[in-house]
């Protein structure tokens, strides 16, 4: 019999307990053994519910009780998570979360503790939700260097872009819609602003180093100043705008951003749409592989805690050896890495204005759509993000030329 415990009872919480018990004889047979909930810990009472009859509202009776083996945290954010969870891998009980907030904050140290008292630390739901990227980076990709990862790593950032791109809506629309579906908080910077993406692609990042990448290290842009107007000129390159976070490994160094992009149709992560999300890995052997699905919502995370419920389980007084170490990972600067732009320029005298950007630029390939004034775009060469910041800077001082509109990167 492994005995377990929830701490918090909302959202993916009740969808813990709902995944264990409607699969419980598909879960005890994976687990090899009974798998029993014995407490729910939560400052709110569920009066005339099951789960009542296991509700505490004190963390020491399950930290304080030997029989519990894992400790589920999905209560999110750091405080009390975070001592919670240290003081119950201390104590010897494996740790099974989906918060992605502790485990980029305190990752490292949290699998430090838990290989020390030899239990385990898992956060396969922390960054897609119900698509499996942590284990498979563990375990099945062992033999590849990661060369890159790139992801949709925010379903409801996706779900705007890909309504403003198929129906026209404007952004401030659009952020209506997915508040009234539930999709965005009343608050939503850490959606739009890319916060979320951000932590993800740290997580990430730091697997596939074997370090610590701080996410407040990491360049991050949302998607505020992205206009029906952007997704116009991206259709004309052949290709749609996503949220993307991604993460580079090239000679011995490593780099992190989070933007939108343009990504072109042959790319598979163009046709990632609504609220799913998918991880495009690099391997130096494998090659793209891509992992898609939902990367949030009830059930499908819930999903994914329980699946790292069972390896616990399975491996009791095993750590499974994570490799994630306190050493800080170190980053380029992000105006040295190399990217393409789409530039939108408003000018004054047409003629004027494209003959700079061919003098600047060295490119008289002008893009144009319907239903705009005054103004043009134009795709850069693929070159440091500082030398693209050193024309635009001389560009804007050229006759012809009143602003640059936007700039957005484009991915291959």
């Known amino acids: 019999m492994a005995v377990i415990a929830i701490l918090g009872y909302g959202t993916v919480g009740s969808g813990v307990a ?150 026209g809506i404007d952004y401030d629309d659009v952020l209506k819609d997915a508040q009234a579906k539930g999709y965005a908080e009343r608050n939503p910077a850490a959606d739009v602003e890319g916060h979320d993406a951000c932590r993800k692609i740290a997580i990430l990042a730091s697997l596939a180093t074997e370090k610590t990448v701080s996410y407040e290290d990491i360049y991050t842009e949302g998607i505020t100043n992205i206009s029906t107007t952007d997704m116009l000129y991206a259709k004309k390159l052949g290709g749609v705008i996503k949220l993307l976070g991604k993460a580079g490994f090239e000679d011995g160094r490593v780099w992190a951003r989070v933007s939108p992009a343009i990504v072109k149709a042959d790319n598979p992560l163009s046709m990632v749409n609504d609220v799913f999300n998918a991880i495009l890995l690099k391997g130096n052997m494998l090659g793209d592989v891509m992992f898609y699905g939902r990367g949030a919502g009830k059930l499908p995370t819930a999903s994914a805690v329980v699946s790292d419920i069972v390896d616990a389980v399975r491996h009791k007084n095993i750590n499974l050896g994570i490799k994630w170490s306190e050493e800080k990972q170190e980053l380029m600067n992000i105006e040295d890495v190399r990217v393409s732009k789409l530039v939108r320029v408003e000018y004054s005298e047409k003629d004027s204005a494209a003959a700079a950007v061919k003098r600047i630029f060295g490119t008289d390939s002008i893009i ?28 804007l001082n050229s006759e012809g030329i009143n602003g640059i509109l936007n700039t957005i990167r484009i991915e291959g």
């Not at 260097?145 to 309504?163: D, H, K």
């Not at 705009?372 to 560009?395: H, I, M, N, P």
């Open 368 to 395: 144009e759509v319907s239903d705009t004034e005054d103004e043009f775009a134009f795709v850069t060469d693929k070159v440091s993000e500082a030398q693209t910041d050193a024309r635009l800077e001389q560009l």
């Open 18 to 167: 709902e995944v264990m018990n409607t699969n419980k004889e598909l879960i005890e047979s994976k687990a090899e053994q009974p798998v029993d909930i014995k407490y729910v810990l939560d400052l709110r009472d569920f009066p005339g519910e099951p789960v009542q009859d296991i509700i505490t509202h004190n963390y020491d009776d399950i930290l304080n009780d030997d029989e519990v083996e894992v400790v589920v945290e999905v209560m999110g954010g750091i405080n009390p998570a975070y001592s919670f969870v240290k003081s119950a891998l201390q104590s010897g009980k494996s740790v099974c979360t989906s918060n992605k907030e502790l485990v980029a904050a305190h990752g490292a140290e949290l699998m430090r503790i838990a290989k020390d008292n030899n239990v385990n630390f898992l956060f396969e739901a922390s960054v897609g939700g119900g698509i499996p990227i942590i284990r498979p980076i563990n375990r099945s990709i062992t033999s590849d260097r990661i060369e890159a990862v790139t992801g949709i790593l925010n379903g409801t950032t996706n779900y705007m872009l890909t309504r403003m791109e198929n129906e």
